[in-house]
T-cell receptor, first 114, second 114 residues
Framework: DGGITQSPKYLFRKEGQNVTLSCEQNLNHDAMYWYRQDPGQGLRLIYYSQIVNDFQKGDIAEGYSVSREKKESFPLTVTSAQKNPTAFYLC?????????????FGQGTRLTVV | QQQVKQSPQSLIVQKGGISIINCAYENTAFDYFPWYQQFPGKGPALLIAIRPDVSEKKEGRFTISFNKSAKQFSLHIMDSQPGDSATYFCAASIQQGGSEKLVFGKGTKLTVNP
């Protein structure tokens, strides 16, 4: 089955720790994205990548880091610098066609700081 | 001006009724307008989308109405069913730095009562 796999589904982090969220896709999409979802806030873009070994900051990149070493993988690290990391994190991918950015989303990772 | 304003924040409709969700934007560079449906604990999934050269698009019980001059678009769900209860996000796509970027509204939580 083609799709996007995020893991883990639930993640608990202690204050001051870095954690890495996994995102893998087998859709052969060039573009991948990370969004953060908070109640009543919609989806806010953290980072995105159009090509391997290249990525750009989104609207709320502070306290996060990413890598894109393979086309299929786009892991997100939530660092200790992120002041309020508890949220639902969504990974997405899309083709690069102009004017037709259908994004396919994973099932999300719920991160809780304890 | 890369915001997409969505209303209402929540909506309660009786089974068989019409659900209407509205979105507005400022940036005329947006060139693709998708709607996403999200069930609790899941990632959003594309529901229906429209381009600005079309005023209306219908897929089953779901219709997008697009008013280019007013910079507004809306989702109509006809004969609403309890299974339609979900959060709906409008979005707009823009070319930026050689890549497509999706901007999301803050979402509308729809509840369809039986």
């Amino acid at each position: 089955d083609g799709g996007i796999t995020q893991s883990p589904k639930y993640l608990f982090r202690k204050e001051g720790q870095n954690v890495t969220l996994s995102c893998e896709q087998n859709l052969n999409h060039d573009a991948m994205y990370w969004y953060r979802q908070d109640p009543g806030q919609g989806l806010r873009l953290i980072y995105y990548s159009q090509i391997v070994n290249d990525f750009q900051k989104g609207d709320i990149a502070e306290g996060y880091s990413v890598s894109r070493e393979k086309k299929e993988s786009f892991p997100l690290t939530v660092t200790s610098a992120q002041k309020n990391p508890t949220a639902f994190y969504l990974c997405a991918s899309s083709r690069m066609d102009s004017g037709n950015t259908e994004a396919f989303f994973g099932q999300g990772t719920r991160l809780t700081v304890v | 001006q890369q915001q997409v304003k969505q209303s209402p924040q929540s909506l309660i409709v009786q089974k068989g009724g019409i659900s209407i969700i509205n979105c507005a934007y400022e940036n005329t560079a947006f060139d693709y307008f998708p709607w996403y449906q999200q069930f609790p604990g899941k990632g959003p999934a594309l529901l229906i989308a429209i381009r600005p050269d079309v005023s209306e698009k219908k897929e089953g019980r779901f219709t997008i109405s697009f008013n280019k001059s007013a910079k507004q678009f809306s989702l109509h769900i006809m004969d609403s069913q309890p299974g339609d209860s979900a959060t709906y996000f409008c979005a707009a796509s823009i070319q930026q730095g050689g890549s497509e970027k999706l901007v999301f509204g803050k979402g509308t939580k729809l509840t369809v009562n039986p």
